[in-house]
């Protein structure tokens, strides 16, 4: 007895090709997935910051003047302004939030949020447009009073992305 198949198999090039615009549809979506998570982070961070900013203003009015600068840590006696009573970790990944009153003849207040540690490595930089020439010392800020900088040690037109300037950035 004789069994005939007439079943078509896929070829060896009709396989690729298919393998091949499998593995572009991948990787355009999961391009797709970490711009949108980025866009997350930023959108947490600015939250975030407006909540600094809230709280940063109920000190001012109790005290008369915004707390002394720290080094990447919540200002004495800001823990009753704040949820929680701490800074929460920065939204992107590595990221801190730091509290700049910088006194002097230049002087700035403002709410940053870092990329790099504090010796200004194992740098982390945001996938957003903003971030493109970002380096060891830029940072994300929230503005209060004065020209408000990416880093204490840059000029004003260092690469740094401010949230709350209207259309300086």
């Given at each position: 007895?004789?069994?005939?198949?007439?079943?078509?198999?896929?070829?060896?090039?009709?396989?690729?090709?298919?393998?091949?615009?499998?593995?572009?549809?991948?990787?355009?979506?999961?391009?797709?997935?970490?711009?949108?998570r980025?866009?997350?982070?930023?959108?947490?961070a600015?939250?975030?910051?407006?909540?600094?900013?809230?709280?940063?203003?109920?000190?001012?009015?109790?005290y008369?003047?915004?707390?002394?600068?720290?080094?990447?840590?919540?200002?004495a006696g800001?823990?009753?302004?704040?949820?929680?009573?701490?800074?929460p970790?920065?939204?992107?990944?590595?990221?801190?939030?730091?509290?700049?009153?910088?006194?002097?003849?230049?002087?700035?207040?403002?709410?940053?949020?870092?990329?790099?540690?504090?010796?200004?490595?194992?740098?982390?930089?945001?996938?957003?447009?903003?971030?493109?020439?970002?380096?060891?010392?830029?940072a994300?800020?929230?503005?209060?009073?004065?020209?408000?900088?990416?880093h204490?040690?840059?000029?004003?037109?260092?690469?740094?992305?401010?949230?709350?300037?209207?259309?300086?950035?």
């Amino acid at each position: 007895m004789k069994v005939f198949f007439n079943k078509k198999a896929f070829t060896l090039i009709e396989l690729l090709i298919v393998i091949a615009v499998i593995t572009i549809l991948s990787s355009v979506l999961m391009s797709v997935i970490r711009g949108a998570r980025s866009d997350a982070y930023t959108a947490r961070a600015i939250t975030e910051f407006k909540s600094f900013a809230q709280a940063m203003e109920f000190y001012l009015i109790d005290y008369d003047e915004y707390p002394p600068d720290v080094s990447r840590n919540i200002p004495a006696g800001m823990e009753e302004y704040l949820g929680g009573g701490t800074w929460p970790d920065g939204p992107h990944p590595g990221s801190v939030y730091d509290w700049d009153n910088i006194t002097g003849s230049d002087p700035y207040i403002q709410i940053s949020l870092r990329f790099c540690d504090i010796n200004g490595e194992n740098c982390n930089f945001p996938d957003e447009p903003w971030a493109e020439d970002f380096d060891d010392k830029s940072a994300m800020y929230w503005c209060f009073e004065g020209e408000c900088r990416s880093h204490p040690d840059r000029p004003v037109d260092h690469p740094g992305y401010c949230v709350s300037c209207k259309g300086e950035n």
